[in-house]
């Protein structure tokens, strides 16, 4: 049995590093070319598997080139790829990402491919009643949607990266026990004018146990039966932002894994995170558990 289940979004990035962005109809010499797994909970599960929780993929890959990177990419950092249906002959879904060493930011080009959309067999149904978290991200919103259903009925928690105002997502968000979106997902899907407003609305229309908006630089607010928190976006010297909100998102999960109260997961994830960002690449600069504690205590926290 695995502890963390995911369906969602698994890209094949190429992270470009450059000095600048550069401005249209010139040339300009690059950094580092480097492929990377991406992918919301594709790159959370990682995360959370970096974190000590044991993990699972439920989704569709290419044999493509594209695909084999990402199914290779899964098992070195030991998530397990035994419930991934792998199909011949299709595009996997790649993204190219610019990343600026003069602003600290990234600008992402991608291509989502044409991967045959994925359809929940038996393995993976057994795998899902068994799990203790499902993680979800708006992707593979059909079986995501069935996934969710299958969740509540067998007691495994459903934790919705809400990063994108995706068609449907009101098919998810009534199953989410624990609800993390980013700001801008927050704001545009209640019409509110500020993240607390926002959370509130969230929390009373759709009841989650939690209700996490991530707000990047700013840390975020926290929303439970306890009451409004904020969180800290705790200090790093940022080389690559790009995957963030993906490994919080994994960090979280990884927490609650643990047993630790929401609160506390937003502090271990924000730490996760932080210490990501200073390093290249999403997934190989998670750092293990004892690298977090230390660098929480380093900054006044205990776990």
């Known amino acids: 049995m695995k502890e963390i289940v ?29 492929p990377a797994g991406g992918g919301p909970v594709a790159t959370g599960l990682v995360a959370a598997q970096r974190l000590g929780a044991e993990t699972a993929f439920i989704g569709v890959l290419s044999n493509d ?7 290779e ?73 069935q996934a969710v259903k299958i969740a509540r009925e067998n007691g495994t928690k459903v934790l919705y990266d809400a990063g994108g105002l995706y068609e449907g997502v009101e098919r998810l968000l009534p199953y989410a026990d624990i609800l993390i979106p980013s700001e801008e997902f927050a704001l545009g899907h209640t019409g509110c004018a500020d993240a607390m407003t926002a959370a509130e609305k969230l929390y009373s229309k759709y009841r989650p146990e939690v209700v996490v908006i991530t707000q990047g630089k700013k840390g975020g607010i926290m ?22 909100g993906d490994v919080f998102h994994g960090a979280f999960a990884a927490g609650v894994i643990k047993g ?44």
């Open 6 to 34: 995911g369906i969602g979004a698994c890209v094949m990035d190429t992270l470009i590093t450059v000095p600048n962005y550069p401005e249209e109809d010139t040339k300009l010499s690059a950094v580092s070319f480097k």
């Open 260 to 303: 630790y109260d929401y609160y506390k997961c937003c502090y271990f994830a924000s730490a996760v995170s932080a210490v990501k960002c200073t390093g290249i690449g999403a997934r190989e600069s998670v750092p293990d558990f004892e690298t977090v504690r230390k660098y929480l205590k380093e900054n006044g926290y205990e776990l």
């Open 73 to 145: 990419d899964f098992k070195k950092y030991g998530v397990d790829t035994s419930l991934v249906h792998i199909e011949n002959g299709f595009r996997s879904f790649t993204s190219v990402v610019m990343l600026s060493a003069e602003s600290k930011s990234r600008t992402c080009v991608f291509d989502k491919g044409n991967l045959p959309e994925l359809t929940l067999d038996s393995a993976q149904t057994e795998a899902l009643k068994a799990a203790d978290l499902l993680m979800i991200d708006g992707n593979e919103m059909n079986a995501a949607a």
């Open 65 to 71: 080139s594209g695909g084999k990177f990402l199914a």
């Open 223 to 244: 929303l439970d039966a306890g009451g409004m928190r904020e969180y800290p976006a705790l200090p790093a010297d940022v080389v690559d932002s790009n995957g963030a």
